[in-house]
């Protein structure tokens, strides 16, 4: 990644409108650029600071040099590579881009460049094609053919952006280039405005497709294709200030209009990673040309021209706002790079040799590795399972917690519900003895033991339970209380409760009117409330062991993507092992072949010998006898090796052929040498001195031949057998590996069919609980609801037998 390259220029004052001292507004320090002052009005100071500052002494030379020079020498290497004016109108930007006869600018001398930088680069051809193009009124024009116009922008997986009917000439010097570029300014669109009198109307690309591969092994190198834009931007003005109407205002509104893109383009480039939401590269032609060059694939150098003139502060401020944001967009420019396919299979070929390297040095490294993390992950997965154990047990035992409550709730609720059928049955029993027993003056007879079930005599009963309730403030509790409290007494209120004087101060009796928990409703509510949490204990609980169960599934997919991936590393280790057995086989064919020509040889030679019973034809047969034999021993050695014997059982019967073939071979060599003595003696005798000389210089090298080709068999045979060696170890080591491999995926297997089994009877367990947890939530709902009704049902019943104690009460007193 790196940053894109900005800097700023400052024209020189136009003659006309010089400050009469002669001193300018914008000071230019190193890369510094600072506002110091106004003629008339202040102007508080603004500094900015960029990669390249240039005053207004300064030649489009430097700017090249500098700033984009770095950029065409990347370009010819393989990089893509953007340089663009941007700036108000009349500011400088095609004296920048395109120069004068003096002083070229950018675009000439980038052209001169390349072919500067191609000639140096001899190991590498070149081919580079041209294009030039306006984008006017947001239409997109040939500047190379006028005839086409209207051109339209596609998007292509390889070419990416490219502007469909664009015409690309393909030149071979910067001379055509030149005079192509200067063809193409006759097209282009220049206007008379108030600013500038020869104003671009349009944004221009001129752009060089540089494709390069390397001269020796053509075939198989990448082709490099960078693509070089050279951009002069039409300038943003003020429309009051350019005077415009008719054409130039409808010009104006364009590029102001493409340039306002551009620069939202830029701001949202500028903008932090996060924030970036969308870059509206689609929103003008020009930025979805340049697109690659605004934080894509190219190297990027912006230069922003300012007027001098104070009339311009305005806009030269922007200018260096502009340039202030570009500079915090970074590309990431990297070498394009098209490969053929023999260059695609020669890469391929070395990353296939790099990754085998790889595999072979750390091969079993790796594996332990492997191994070794598996195990690890097993390890971690028990104990998860073990807690998971643990958990499920104490939720077993809160819900065992749970069933208790449940029927002590039940049990007081069957308390209440006898509570309220016996207050039922007294009621009725009382209005039947009031009607009976109802004396003159309405007062009971307190003596009158036979009643039956028993007068309530208020007068003799203690006041405990009065006293009781009247320890709650009874003015906050319904009505009931209040009442009651002048009447009641404690016997009588045991005999129509029961006993259960307690479990009434429980209830809370009058439902529609305010009331607050007795002590006992209070602690009702403090044990559904305990429950109520409880039950959302139980329920984060369950929820945990979701999380756990998913994340426990994940880890199981990963083991199985990991198992996978040992299954794939065995069966290439399979495939390789084939291919190592297939080694001593093709051995041993070759072998047979070298027997089987070596045998035709022979035979050929000795029919060429006139004298078999020569010391030569001896030679021959006995020579030819042991390298039969020898290439024997070495088929046979490859077929045992191909049966996979052991080294024990191979070596020592064949070491000791070798012996047997080495003293036969000596016994062979000495008798033909005594043969050939005897025979030198009996031609000394027959005095044919010349012939011997020859014979004997011809045995000679015959013998030492043989000798050598024996000793080079040797070696070779020497070789072969340390070959083999090798390979069967090898062989040995990668059996082993797939051996021990394939125990340790059996017992991941089983390990994970385990753990699985485990995951699912847990997963069973839980479903069971959430289900129990379930019921037991209804149960409790329908309980708490069936308590709210008898409460409703007593305390209405309540309210009639209060009502009807103030009636016997009336009837008493009356
Ligand atoms: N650095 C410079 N040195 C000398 N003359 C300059 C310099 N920069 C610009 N000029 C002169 O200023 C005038 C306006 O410059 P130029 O046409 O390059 O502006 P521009 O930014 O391209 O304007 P527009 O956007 O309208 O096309 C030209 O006459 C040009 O020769």
């Known amino acids: 990644m790196e940053k894109i390259c900005v800097a700023v220029r400052v024209r020189p004052p136009a003659p006309e409108l010089s400050p009469e001292n002669g001193s300018s507004l914008w000071k230019v320090e190193d890369n510094r650029i600072s506002l110091i002052k106004s003629l008339d009005t202040p102007i508080s100071t603004a500094s900015y600071a960029f990669d390249h500052v240039f005053d207004e002494s300064s030649t489009n030379a430097s700017v090249y040099e500098l700033l984009t020079k770095d ?19 009349s500011s400088g930007k095609t004296f920048t881009m395109t120069g004068s006869e003096t002083d070229p600018g950018i675009i000439r001398r980038s052209v001169r460049d390349v072919f500067e930088r191609i000639h140096m680069i001899s190991d590498r051809e070149f081919l580079i094609r041209v294009s030039y193009m306006e984008i006017y009124n947001e239409e997109i024009n040939d500047l190379l053919a006028v005839e086409n116009q209207r051109l339209q922008i596609h998007e292509h997986l390889e070419r990416g952006v490219f502007v469909a009917g664009l015409k690309e000439e393909i030149v071979s010097d910067a001379e055509q280039i030149l005079k192509l570029i200067d063809s193409g300014e006759v097209n282009r669109h220049f206007g008379e405005t108030n600013m500038n009198v020869h104003s671009s109307r349009s944004h221009t690309i001129f752009r060089m497709v540089i494709e390069s591969r390397g001269k020796e092994n053509s075939s198989t190198d990448a082709i490099r294709v960078s693509v070089l834009n050279l951009v002069d931007l039409a300038g943003s003005e003020r429309i009051a200030k350019t005077g415009a109407g008719g054409v130039r205002l409808t010009e104006g509104k364009y590029i102001n209009k493409s340039l306002m893109i551009l620069g939202n ?64 967009i970074t590309n990431c420019a990297q070498v394009n790079e098209i490969l053929t396919d023999a260059a695609l299979l020669k890469r391929q070929k070395l990353e296939i040799e790099e990754l085998r390297m790889k595999l072979q040095g750390s091969h079993a490294e790796v594996l332990e590795q492997e191994i070794l993390k598996l195990s690890n992950q097993m390890l971690k997965y028990e104990l998860e399972c073990e807690r998971l154990k643990t958990q499920l047990e104490e939720e077993r035992r809160k819900q065992k917690e749970q069933e208790q409550c449940i029927k002590e709730q039940k049990l007081s609720i069957a308390n209440l519900n006898d509570l309220v059928a016996n207050s039922n049955f007294k009621r009725n029993h009382s ?23 028993g007068t309530p005599c208020f007068k003799s009963a203690s006041h405990s339970f009065v ?40 209830l809370q009796f009058t439902p529609a009117v305010k009331c607050q928990p007795t002590p006992l409703s209070m602690a009702t509510t403090e044990y559904s409330l305990e429950n109520h949490k409880e039950v959302e204990d139980l329920k984060s609980q369950i929820e945990l062991l979701t999380n756990e169960k998913d994340s426990l599934q994940v880890k199981f997919s990963e083991q199985v993507l990991l198992n996978n991936k040992l299954m794939e590393q065995m069966s290439e280790l399979k495939q390789e092992t084939l291919h190592m057995k297939e080694i001593p086989k093709r051995l041993s064919e070759s072998v047979a072949n070298c027997r089987d020509i070596y045998k035709d040889v022979i035979v050929t030679m000795k029919s060429l010998i006139a004298d078999q019973e020569s010391p030569m034809a001896m030679l021959l047969f006995g020579t ?17 090796i191909m049966d996979g014997e052991k080294e024990g059982s191979v070596n020592n019967p064949l070491s000791d052929r070798w012996k047997t073939l080495r003293v036969s071979l000596k016994n062979t060599t000495t008798s033909l040498l005594s043969e050939a003595q005897a025979k030198d003696e009996y031609l000394k005798c027959h005095n044919k001195g010349q012939e011997k000389a020859d014979l004997e210089e011809k045995l000679k090298s015959e013998l030492s031949t043989i000798k ?32 021990s491999l394939k125990k340790e995926r059996e ?23 959430l289900k129990d ?26 309210k009639s037998f209060v009502s009807f104690h103030n009636e016997i009460k009336s009837k008493m007193r009356n």
Request: charged content about 30%; glycine content about 4%; proline content about 2%.
């Open 71 to 89: 950029i065409i020498h990347a370009a010819v290497e393989g990089f893509n590579g953007t340089a663009f004016a941007y700036g108000q109108t």
């Open 265 to 328: 383009v830029i701001n949202k480039l500028s903008d932090s990673a996060k924030l970036r939401a969308h870059i509206p590269y689609r929103d003008s032609k020009l930025t979805r040309i340049l697109q690659p060059a605004l934080g894509g694939n190219a190297k990027t150098c912006i230069i922003c021209t300012i007027a001098p003139e104070e009339h311009h502060i305005e806009e030269s401020k922007g200018t260096l706002q502009f340039a202030s944001r570009a500079k915090r």
């Open 431 to 453: 209005e039947d003895f009031i009607s009976v027993r109802k004396t003159p003056d309405g007062l009971c007879n307190v003596n009158d033991s036979s009643d039956v079930p």
């Open 467 to 506: 006293v009781a309730r009247s320890n709650y403030s009874l003015s906050e509790f319904s009505p009931m209380v209040d009442s009651l409290g002048d009447v009641a007494d404690e016997d009588t209120w045991m005999k129509l409760n029961k006993g259960f004087v307690a479990d009434l101060d429980k």
């Open 624 to 640: 030819s006898e042991i390298t039969t034999s020898l290439l024997l021993t070495l088929e046979e050695q490859f077929s045992i």
């Open 708 to 739: 050598e080709r024996y000793n080079e068999l040797e070696k070779e045979l020497c070789l072969d057998k340390q070959h083999l060696e090798t390979s069967r170890k090898s062989h040995e080591r990668l059996e082993k590996e797939v051996q």
């Open 747 to 769: 017992s991941l297997n089983a390990q994970v069919s385990q753990t699985s089994q485990r995951l699912r009877v847990v997963s069973h367990d839980k479903e069971n609980a």
């Open 773 to 798: 947890l379930n019921v037991e939530v209804k149960t409790r709902k329908e309980m708490q609801e069936e308590i709210k009704q008898i409460t409703f049902a007593f305390a209405t019943r309540h």
